[in-house]
């Protein structure tokens, strides 16, 4: 009879445990569900959106003004490379080996100077493009953060990687540029 009791007790126990079990089932899966369903994305087109910011065209102008200091210190060095070659070119037979050889080296010496002139300001023209252009993506990428938060949105995704875009992703270059007052 005890042994009945306690199969009894341990049934109504296991009862009890699957209507618990069941009632946690559904609720995680309805709140599962839920959560699944809210989740919100976005894309924009972050070169379009720095293209149209103001700020960009006074970089553009600040950049243009470093490069053509670059250009016209790499034109004054190529002048100085024709002039030295003009001379070379204009010796003739009674001036010696040692001139003509002294000759060549400072031609040599300003084509060594004009390439390493060149691989230097391409990296000058990198960073300063870099410099000019960071407070730009920044202050894109800050307007984007404020409008993803207030869209409720969990990922923004650039447009221009993107492979599939769904109709249901939040185009927010229109909402950005409102933010920062772009037309």
Same mark, same amino acid.
């Given at each position: /009879? ?6 009894? +007790?341990?049934? #109504?126990? /296991? ?29 924009? @087109?972050?070169?379009? #959106? ?29 002048? @100085?490379? $024709? ?5 070379? %070119?204009? /010796? @003739? ?10 000759? =060549?080296? %400072?031609? $040599? ?18 960073? +300063?493009?870099?410099?000019? /252009? &960071? ?5 894109? +990428?800050?307007?984007?953060? %404020?409008?993803? +938060? ?5 990922? =923004? ?19 950005? &540029?409102? &933010?920062?007052?772009? $037309?």
């Amino acid at each position: /009879m005890l042994y009945l009791q306690a199969k009894i +007790k341990t049934s #109504l126990i /296991m009862k009890d445990f699957m209507k618990l079990l069941a009632i946690l089932l559904i609720t995680v899966s309805a709140t599962t569900a839920a959560n699944a369903q809210s989740l919100k994305f976005g894309h924009v @087109d972050l070169q379009g #959106l720095i293209q149209v910011m103001p700020e960009r065209a006074s970089a553009e102008q600040e950049f243009n003004a470093f490069q053509a200091d670059l250009e016209e210190i790499l034109g004054e060095m190529q002048k @100085d490379y $024709q002039t030295k070659l003009a001379e070379f %070119e204009q /010796m @003739d037979e009674s001036v010696s080996e040692i001139k003509k050889n002294a000759k =060549v080296a %400072e031609i $040599q010496d300003v084509q060594q100077r004009i390439q390493n002139y060149q691989v230097t300001a391409q990296q000058q023209l990198q960073q +300063k493009n870099n410099e000019i /252009m &960071k407070p730009i993506y920044d202050k894109a +990428k800050e307007a984007i953060a %404020e409008v993803a +938060k207030e869209q409720g949105l969990i990922y =923004v995704f650039e447009v221009n990687s993107l492979i599939y875009n769904s109709n249901q992703s939040v185009d927010v270059l229109p909402l950005v &540029k409102s &933010k920062l007052g772009i $037309q």
